[in-house]
């Protein structure tokens, strides 16, 4: 599955290419995304405490934490479906939610998928939203089908598709946007292991191929490590960042010699630490 992997058509708008201004500070810093002390509470619920980050562009960035820590929580305010109760959030020169919106793909971690559309018009509605038509849209969705094991799934409608059809039908939908920046909520988290690895190995060889700045929420410390630059550790509601860890592994040798390295080995055991500390 790792060959030939491309998130497909070169992508016309990215933010520079558009001509967009960089504000001094963010021109100084070049950071793709930067968090600075948010804080999130819902009620009494406080998710989000002091987070503070600064994600350089076409940077890969994992999330991990229990469950209920905030990670959901975090994308959300990052793509602006949310506003933090404290702190600032910019993606590059965008401020405002509706801007920081518009620059991104979220994957959310419910699939969210239209009952109503068949699958590949799912997967063509970024396409379609940005003004091409829906028969092209189809042509440009088709090969990532084939690709990701939906062939001949192409005309069925949500309900008629497995939990893990659907996620890669979300995950389609999300590559198709034609962002810059990918928030992805357990992208893979509904799959089986073997469909897992190999997702996972087509997502690692299209960023290498075709770099974006990724934000990559998982409770798998292992996809973590093997997919992201630095992964983020969080703590228990409250959620604050505790941990951060540089994943500087060697990539270019098979899968099982990366993760039964003892580089790999140290890192998955100071994140387990920080999970349970
Ligand atoms: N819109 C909302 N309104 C009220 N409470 C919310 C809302 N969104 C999240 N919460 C609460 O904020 C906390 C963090 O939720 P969040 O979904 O971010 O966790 P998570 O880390 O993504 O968990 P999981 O790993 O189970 O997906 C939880 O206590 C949740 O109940
Ligand atoms: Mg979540």
Known sequence: MAAEASFGPPHATQPEAAGARLTPSMAASAAAIELRQVHQRFGEVVALVDVSLTIDRHERV??????GCGKSTLLSAIAGL????????????????EERLRRCALMPQRDLLLP???AIDNAAIALENRGVRRG????RARPLFERFGLAKFEQRTPAELSGGMRQRVAFLRTLMAQKDILLLDEPFAALDSITRSGMQEWLLTALQQEPRTVVLVTHDVDEALLLTQRVMVISARPGRIVRTLVTDLARDRPRREIVTSSEFTALKESALEALES
Not at 62 to 67: K, T
Not at 84 to 95: F, T
């Open 82 to 97: 949310i506003q933090p109760n404290k702190g600032s959030i910019a993606i590059g020169d965008a401020i405002t939610p």
């Open 116 to 118: 109503w559309r068949t």
């Open 62 to 67: 994992g999330i991990v934490g229990p469950s």
């Open 136 to 139: 092209e849209a189809r042509e």
